[in-house]
């Protein structure tokens, strides 16, 4: 153990920052890098937002917040809820945090005692399990396929529940995935989590960037559910660091305390900036790039299915597309270092994702212009050849 916690040896590192800093390495040497492994979008944050943080800091908005967040974006945030899903979410349940990273650990440490689990996908983003690690739980990862567009179902969640179950996780739109999950199969899920007297935990990071019909928040059909979303996609603002969740009414003073430990407050100048991606001009200007997003997806799926990469589930939101390339490769953190290397291509192995089929699985993010995808897929499809 080197004198450190034995947690410490069961959180993973991201196996894609191997491929990140590879891929900066060869870009600074001069080699031509398509970059397609990064999980964040291409465009810098829309200018209104930029302006709005701008603005705060020439006022000296650089103090302390209240731990829970401005109550400012707390009430727009409940305005977005009513606006979007035609819901009365009272301020009071939202908290701002730093980043979603941040609503999950207060999440977690919330409704896990040390040796419970939560069941969640496998695929799935890994931080999710190693988040439930650090407060002494663990995730229970349930193998999901193209059966269940890779998400966990009512019927899986009952199959797939122990004695120390807690509750289970969903992410809709999914990473790695993209696919989402309907009105009915949140309401599926919930009720059996529900008659097992469990917690539902929604991880809706991705709404927003959906291409199909209108993504449903779980909260239409859950109110007791917990949803965590972020700044950080739709809204484009990664660096910044400002995430929220919905909670039930009588879960916010006990987190808002933990949050007062664990944080003190959020960034000041993000939350004023935040402000600014409600405006009507902003989401004109995160519309558009929605639609560039669609494109790229509407591009790259069937290019590389014709090249050989399989993906039974055409993604649904998000910008990824997970496809299995076990017609290629049995060895996916291998296979991506030597496109890498080889080709000039970046992309995210399968085993970031979990365990199941994982080695023959791939993640490709479309977050790069399509010029740069068409060159990528000339060069998969030298390699491929």
């Given at each position: 153990?080197?004198?450190?916690?034995?947690?410490?040896?069961?959180?993973?590192?991201?196996?894609?920052?191997?491929?990140?800093?590879?891929?900066?390495?060869?870009?600074?040497?001069?080699?031509?890098?398509?970059?397609?492994?990064?999980?964040?979008?291409?465009?810098?944050?829309?200018?209104?937002?930029?302006?709005?943080?701008?603005?705060?800091?020439?006022?000296?908005?650089?103090?302390?917040?209240?731990?829970?967040?401005?109550?400012?974006?707390?009430?727009?945030?409940?305005?977005?809820?009513?606006?979007?899903?035609?819901?009365?979410?009272?301020?009071?349940?939202?908290?701002?945090?730093?980043?979603?990273?941040?609503?999950?650990?207060?999440?977690?440490?919330?409704?896990?005692?040390?040796?419970?689990?939560?069941l969640m996908t496998d695929p799935g983003y890994p931080c999710n399990r190693h988040f439930m690690r650090l407060v002494?739980?663990?995730?229970?990862?349930?193998?999901?396929?193209?059966?269940?567009?890779?998400?966990?179902?009512?019927?899986?969640?009952?199959?797939?529940?122990?004695?120390?179950?807690?509750?289970?996780?969903?992410?809709?739109?999914?990473?790695?995935?993209?696919?989402?999950?309907?009105?009915?199969?949140?309401?599926?899920?919930?009720?059996?989590?529900?008659?097992?007297?469990?917690?539902?935990?929604?991880?809706?990071?991705?709404?927003?960037?959906?291409?199909?019909?209108?993504?449903?928040?779980?909260?239409?059909?859950?109110?007791?559910?917990?949803?965590?979303?972020?700044?950080?996609?739709?809204?484009?603002?990664?660096?910044?660091?400002?995430?929220?969740?919905?909670?039930?009414?009588?879960?916010?003073?006990?987190?808002?305390?933990?949050?007062?430990?664990?944080?003190?407050?959020?960034?000041?100048?993000?939350?004023?900036?935040?402000?600014?991606?409600?405006?009507?001009?902003?989401?004109?200007?995160?519309?558009?790039?929605?639609?560039?997003?669609?494109?790229?997806?509407?591009?790259?799926?069937?290019?590389?299915?014709?090249?050989?990469?399989?993906?039974?589930?055409?993604?649904?939101?998000?910008?990824?597309?997970?496809?299995?390339?076990?017609?290629?490769?049995?060895?996916?953190?291998?296979?991506?270092?030597?496109?890498?290397?080889?080709?000039?291509?970046?992309?995210?192995?399968?085993?970031?994702?979990?365990?199941?089929?994982?080695?023959?699985?791939?993640?490709?993010?479309?977050?790069?212009?399509?010029?740069?995808?068409?060159?990528?897929?000339?060069?998969?499809?030298?390699?491929?050849?």
């Amino acid at each position: 153990r080197g004198g450190f916690a034995e947690r410490v040896a069961d959180i993973e590192p991201f196996r894609v920052v191997e491929v990140l800093e590879r891929a900066t390495e060869l870009s600074a040497a001069g080699r031509d890098i398509v970059h397609m492994a990064a999980g964040e979008p291409d465009f810098s944050t829309a200018g209104t937002i930029i302006e709005a943080g701008r603005a705060a800091l020439a006022r000296g908005e650089t103090h302390y917040t209240q731990a829970a967040g401005r109550p400012a974006l707390r009430e727009a945030l409940s305005r977005h809820y009513a606006d979007t899903y035609g819901l009365e979410i009272a301020p009071g349940r939202i908290m701002v945090t730093p980043g979603a990273s941040g609503a999950l650990l207060l999440i977690a440490a919330l409704i896990m005692d040390p040796g419970e689990g939560m069941l969640m996908t496998d695929p799935g983003y890994p931080c999710n399990r190693h988040f439930m690690r650090l407060v002494e739980g663990r995730g229970q990862l349930v193998p999901v396929g193209a059966d269940t567009h890779y998400q966990l179902t009512g019927a899986l969640a009952d199959a797939h529940w122990q004695d120390n179950t807690v509750g289970a996780m969903v992410a809709s739109p999914a990473n790695p995935t993209g696919t989402t999950l309907s009105r009915q199969e949140l309401a599926d899920l919930s009720a059996a989590v529900r008659r097992r007297g469990g917690h539902l935990v929604v991880d809706e990071i991705y709404h927003g960037l959906g291409y199909e019909a209108s993504t449903p928040s779980v909260l239409e059909v859950d109110p007791d559910a917990f949803v965590i979303n972020s700044f950080s996609k739709y809204f484009g603002m990664t660096g910044w660091r400002l995430g929220w969740l919905v909670a039930p009414e009588a879960a916010v003073a006990e987190m808002e305390k933990m949050a007062q430990n664990l944080f003190i407050s959020m960034s000041t100048m993000a939350q004023h900036a935040a402000l600014a991606g409600f405006e009507p001009g902003t989401r004109e200007i995160l519309e558009e790039r929605r639609e560039i997003f669609r494109a790229r997806r509407d591009f790259l799926l069937p290019a590389i299915g014709s090249l050989g990469f399989e993906v039974p589930c055409a993604p649904q939101g998000a910008f990824y597309i997970y496809a299995d390339a076990g017609r290629f490769t049995e060895d996916s953190q291998d296979f991506c270092l030597r496109l890498l290397e080889e080709h000039g291509v970046a992309l995210t192995p399968g085993v970031d994702f979990g365990h199941h089929r994982a080695q023959q699985h791939l993640r490709f993010s479309y977050t790069t212009g399509m010029d740069r995808l068409e060159v990528a897929v000339e060069r998969l499809a030298s390699v491929v050849a």
